[in-house]
């Protein structure tokens, strides 16, 4: 039985999620396109232009936003953000801190803490002999 090589191919928005990119703001050739899993290490390891300034200045998709304001993606929905913000926009906010984006990163503290709570209390439980 012979072996076949495969390439392995994504679709755009796969890509652009494993690039952190914000795909409706990728150039049409890449969002019309399929990457292969090749392409997708080539643009990691040597990122041309277009991709170095999106990741620059954005616009950034919404894990990007969220962890750069420290809040969890469900936090920027409560707080009305819904779209893709720029870098200019997400260090606006930074600066302005609204009281929603301070209540976030609050509950984002919290929990954050009980996921350390609960990560101690399993390393305690499975440390303790048992009968």
Excluded: C
């Excluded at 952190?20 to 392409?39: K, S």
Aim: cysteine-free; overall charge positive.
């Amino acid at each position: 039985m012979k072996s076949q090589q495969t390439t392995q191919t994504m679709k755009p928005a796969t890509a652009a999620k494993k690039l952190g990119v914000y795909l409706p703001a990728t150039p049409a050739e890449f969002q019309e396109g399929v990457v292969t899993r090749a392409e997708l290490n080539e643009l990691q390891a040597d990122p041309p232009e277009w991709l170095r300034e999106l990741r620059r200045t954005g616009p950034h998709p919404r894990p990007v936003v969220a962890a750069k304001l420290g809040v969890s993606i469900a936090g920027l929905a409560r707080g009305g953000v819904t779209e893709a913000l720029t870098t200019e926009q997400i260090e606006a906010l930074n600066q302005t801190r609204p009281q929603w984006l301070e209540k976030e990163r609050a509950t984002q503290a919290e929990v954050r803490k009980e996921a350390v709570r609960i990560k101690q209390k399993k390393a305690e439980q499975a440390e303790r002999p048992r009968p």
